[in-house]
């Protein structure tokens, strides 16, 4: 099970076995099943568990928005957004698969670039559409000025009351219009956002004990245990797998 958290890049992925029961912000769950095409726009919040009793069984990828911008170069377009998660097309499904094996078996780097590049340009073509998805609609000052801050400080100690000077509003209505908006109180979205930087830091060779700081956890502990819920991995694990 995965709790409510967000990406800063695309979530794009297929289920080769089994189900999903997947939900983004305060939407009903959907059910993402057995051969289905999975799309997550970035900054979504959303959680995930299985959608049956055997589990699922999947495969991801997280490409950047610059990454979907090379993609989409020749379209004159920009990374969009997609208005649902489920996609039921066998072929870009077939893609996807190939795309990703291409990468575990080390594959030569045109190949890899190339399958990713042609498979990221039809489905935006095909699935996306320009302006904000559904979760993405212009949001009250309110929580468009904390969202900011979270992002800007995200590794800071941010308080209550900061946030409340920041908006012009009490701390009680931070909270509840926040929450009410995103799908999550603003100290777990903070905490999304420090382990989303956790794994950039990872994935460019930082020791953990510098992560843990550069991330804004407290120490090592705490950003294990954060990362561990969130991610059912602990980050030396993440690191061992992207290194």
């Known amino acids: 099970m995965f709790p409510p958290h967000l990406h800063d890049a695309y979530a794009i992925g297929v289920i080769e076995r089994g189900a999903q029961s997947f939900r983004s912000g305060r939407h009903s769950p959907v059910l993402m099943t057995e051969g289905t095409l ?10 995930g568990k299985a959608g049956t009793e055997g589990g699922w069984r999947y495969r991801m990828f997280y490409p950047s928005e610059h990454l979907g911008a090379r993609a989409l170069v020749d379209e004159d377009a920009s ?12 072929a870009l499904f077939r893609r ?59 590794s800071e100690s941010i308080s209550i009351d900061d946030l409340a000077i920041e ?7 931070v909270i509840r219009a926040f929450t009410a908006s995103i799908g999550l109180a603003p100290h777990a979205y903070l905490i999304a956002l420090r382990i989303e930087r956790a794994k950039l830091l990872i994935r460019q060779g930082h020791p953990l004990v510098e992560v843990a700081f ?13 990362f561990l819920r969130i991610t059912s991995q602990t980050p030396g694990q993440f690191a061992r797998a992207v290194h």
């Open 214 to 226: 550069m991330a804004g956890f407290s120490d090592q502990s705490h950003l294990c245990r954060q």
């Open 79 to 90: 990374p969009s957004s997609f208005d649902g998660h489920v996609l039921e097309e066998l």
């Open 167 to 173: 908006t012009g509003v009490s701390g009680t209505q």
């Open 96 to 154: 996807f698969e190939a795309m990703h094996r291409s990468s575990q078996r080390t594959a030569d780097l045109l190949e890899r670039e190339s399958r990713t590049l042609m498979f990221l340009r039809d489905l935006f073509v095909r699935h996306a559409r320009a302006g904000p998805g559904p979760d993405e609609t212009p949001q009250p000052r309110t929580v468009s000025l904390v969202r900011q801050m979270l992002h800007d400080r995200c």
């Open 38 to 47: 999975c799309v997550i726009n970035p900054g979504m919040v959303h959680e």
